[in-house]
């Protein structure tokens, strides 16, 4: 009765202040899909009528874009174990929108090459960076004295907020009836330190605990953020299951499977303003559903002109684009890369990615020695990205994990049919071609069966055989996928209520959370 009376209060829309803490955002700072999502949806949850505002760090990269970025008249400082660090307030705008970001400028900390570390590892002082970080979130809520209704941290390095929130036995009157959002955007990525360094809490040692910040004698940002938090999201439903269990759960599966009430899972949408082969400034020829063969025939015909890959139609072209990470399969793809080239296989492949000089230095090796069949371009390059996604037949994604994965989204508007692994996100968005699935019209791409090169080279067999032998079925499949709607109108609707069922169930909890 009482969640039922819950619910229709937060069902009954009210304006809500809602305040983003990210380190990462389109177009200041980003070094993957988090800050396509934190570029994105302050702005869409603003449209439907609250008040969003982001905090980030000002790193360097934010002078770097078009936005006009202001000084503003508030400073304040830190104590941050026996020093006292100062910081000013800048002042700029998410593009198209009235949603305010506020950047915490403390050059010594965060006017840096990059944001995390260099390829000689991550930056020595990260725990104290971050921590500081969190800290000045939370004094700039108390300055400009915002009566904040949702504090949403996103990943390691807002994850100290929401226990500096509970711990702190008087709170503002600013966040005094806030609740807390956690979002994880990869459990890989946690942010754990030696135990020294819970002095930048500036908590009481007793904090340090395994109930609150402590971790197998570690400070560990998010699994803080975690037993803290009052909600938990992630990127899509499968990962919100998976990261329960020991083969995905990065050490965290016991801390999460014992908040699984307070877990739920929300696809990331796509931006279809920059992400629409209709009106795709990056294309040499425009398409949508009704034009998609002229269209992408076009486009492949200008990525093999320009990468010197033999001319044809007829042959399909396979796109990759990602990090040269291992999380996204490149163990499975270079073999399966191999077996195409050296056996003269009737195929065609184009590879844009960077990141690790292990699976760099093999793509390179096989570019030089098949130039009109394997096209490889090491770099971050958005135009091409959009190229490869309009050029090719079908996209290659088969993560070990994925929490959500935004190309195969891309993909699918493209008409590329995506070949994917089963996990997280790609599970979730890409529906395999079955007999059954076909049947019913649903089917969008395949699956690989499990983890392992002739698994990938199975699926991408079954995926040429439809193109080659049922090429209306193929049709149906480019089209089923292109006619989907991955925008972030659907995923802001969630958030939004999942804001309000969190604050409504936070306002309704009279006793302190048993956890
Ligand atoms: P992740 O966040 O794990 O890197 P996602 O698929 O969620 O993976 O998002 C990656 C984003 O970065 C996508 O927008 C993708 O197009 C882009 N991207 C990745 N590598 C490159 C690259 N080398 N050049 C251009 N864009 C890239």
């Known amino acids: 009765m009482l969640l039922d009376g819950v619910m229709g209060k937060a069902k009954r829309r009210a304006t809500l202040n809602i305040v983003y803490l990210t380190t ?19 702005t869409r949850v603003s449209s439907r009528g609250h008040r969003a505002a982001v905090i980030m ?27 006292l660090i100062g910081c000013r307030l800048l002042k700029s705008h998410l593009p198209d929108s ?16 990059a944001l995390y570390g260099t390829h000689a590892g991550d930056y020595s002082d990260n725990a104290e960076r971050f921590a500081f970080y969190c800290h ?35 709170p503002h009157a600013s966040v005094a009836n806030a609740a807390t959002v956690m979002t994880i955007h990869n459990l890989a990525y946690q942010g754990q330190f030696p135990r020294e360094t819970f002095e930048w809490t500036g908590l009481d040692w007793k904090h340090f605990n395994h109930n609150e910040f402590e971790f197998y004698d570690q400070l560990n940002f998010l699994k803080t953020g975690i037993v803290a938090a009052d909600m938990i ?45 209709s009106i795709d400034q990056f294309l040499p020829a425009k398409y949508g559903v009704d034009s998609w063969r002229e269209g992408k025939t076009a486009n492949k015909r200008s990525l093999q002109a320009d990468f010197h890959l033999e001319q044809s139609d007829e042959v399909p072209l ?37 990141g690790d000089h292990r699976y760099e230095k093999e793509l390179r090796e096989l570019a030089e020695n098949y130039p009109n069949r394997f096209a ?3 770099g971050f390059s958005d135009a091409l990205a959009h190229r490869i996604e309009a050029g090719s037949d079908a996209f290659v994604m088969p993560s070990h994990y994925e929490p959500c994965g935004l190309n195969q989204l891309y993909s699918l508007r493209y008409g ?48 040429l055989n439809l193109r080659y032998h049922q090429p209306a079925k193929w049709a149906q499949l480019v089209e089923t996928g292109m006619s989907q709607d991955w925008s972030w109108k659907k995923s802001a609707e969630q958030y939004e209520s999942l804001y309000a069922k969190t604050l409504a169930l936070k306002l309704a909890s009279k006793h302190p959370k048993s956890r």
């Open 24 to 42: 990462e955002a389109v177009p200041f700072a980003k070094t993957g899909g988090l800050a396509d999502v934190c570029g994105a949806l302050p």
């Open 57 to 83: 760090p000002a790193f360097r990269s934010i002078r770097n874009t078009p936005a006009v970025v202001e000084s503003t008249d508030t400073s304040f400082a830190i104590p941050m174990g026996h020093k």
């Open 98 to 113: 009235d949603v305010e970001v506020w950047f915490i400028d403390q050059p010594q900390y965060f006017d840096r090459d």
């Open 136 to 170: 000045a979130a939370l004094q700039t809520i108390r300055r400009l004295e915002w009566q904040v209704d949702i504090v949403h941290c996103n990943d390691w390095q807002s994850g100290l907020v929401p226990a500096l929130m509970a711990a702190d036995p008087q």
């Open 233 to 277: 999201t992630t990127v899509s439903p499968r990962y919100s299951q998976e990261i329960r269990t020991p083969a995905h759960g990065c050490g965290l599966d016991g801390v999460l499977q014992g908040a699984a009430d307070r877990i739920e899972g929300i696809t990331n949408g796509i931006d279809q303003s920059v992400w629409n082969p």
């Open 318 to 354: 396979i796109g990759l684009v990602g990090r040269l990470a291992e999380q996204k399969g490149w163990d499975l793809i270079v073999p399966v890369l191999r077996w195409h080239l050296s056996e003269n296989r009737p195929t065609q492949w184009i590879v844009l990615g960077s």
């Open 376 to 378: 490889l371009h090491v």
């Open 416 to 463: 590329s049919v995506p070949i994917v692994t089963p996990t997280g996100g790609l599970a979730d968005t890409v529906v395999d071609c079955t007999e059954s699935t076909l049947a019913d019209a649903t089917a969008t791409g395949f699956h690989v069966r499990s983890i392992s090169p002739e698994a990938l080279d199975e699926a991408i067999g079954r995926a």
